[in-house]
């Protein structure tokens, strides 16, 4: 069974650093893409960041470009979301997602979610 | 961005019945879809991704169809389980974008 759990989220003042991990289990972690993916209830879901099997190329979304690190390590089935410079607009629940097969860029797996607030 | 407008934003109907959610998309996305369902609480799930392949383990009675800009997803026979949200991507472009949802509620 897939498994993808997320750990890292809180509550954060403008300007700071949190960084987020996803635990893969129950299939073969580097054979696929990776990703974030975030939802609030004004701006819906937005795709953050993603990440290919070896890591070697990571893709963003501007808002996000330069501020957050998307990383994988494949021997410990995990990766990760680094964020700096936290922005209120960053509040969301994050959720690790695992693109479809040969990189396909839909998600067919998500984990339960984590909830980053960016607040003074 | 490709933009996603999905209709209704909301929709009520009784069980049994079969219901259709549309999603537009900005531009062609050539089939590049998915559709997503989220219920309460819970993480979205895949339902359908290439416009009309049903993922592992989905109920047949979910389908979905579409080309071009115009993409639908169909729920035939409404099940109680399946009051939830449903979004919709396209992945034919980055940045990759949702729809702002359809909330599916019974009546």
Known sequence: ?120 | DIQMTQSPASLSASLGETVTIECRASEDIYNGLAWYQQKPGKSPQLLIYNANSLHTGVPSRFSGSGSGTQYSLKINSLQSEDVASYFCQQYYDYPWTFGGGTKLELK
């Open chain 1, 1 to 120: 069974e897939v498994q993808l759990v997320e750990s890292g989220g809180g509550l954060v003042q403008p300007g700071r650093s949190l960084k987020l991990s996803c635990a893969a289990s129950g299939f073969t972690f580097s054979n696929y893409g990776m990703a974030w993916v975030r939802q609030t209830p004004t701006k819906g879901l937005e795709w953050v960041a993603s990440i290919s099997t070896g890591g070697g190329n990571t893709y963003y979304r501007d808002s996000v470009k330069g501020r957050f690190t998307i990383s994988r390590d494949n021997a410990k089935n995990t990766q990760y979301l680094q964020m700096d410079s936290l922005r209120s607009e960053d509040t969301a629940t994050y959720y690790c997602a695992r693109h479809g097969y040969s990189s396909s860029h839909y998600f067919d797996y998500w984990g339960q979610g984590v909830m980053v607030t960016v607040s003074s």
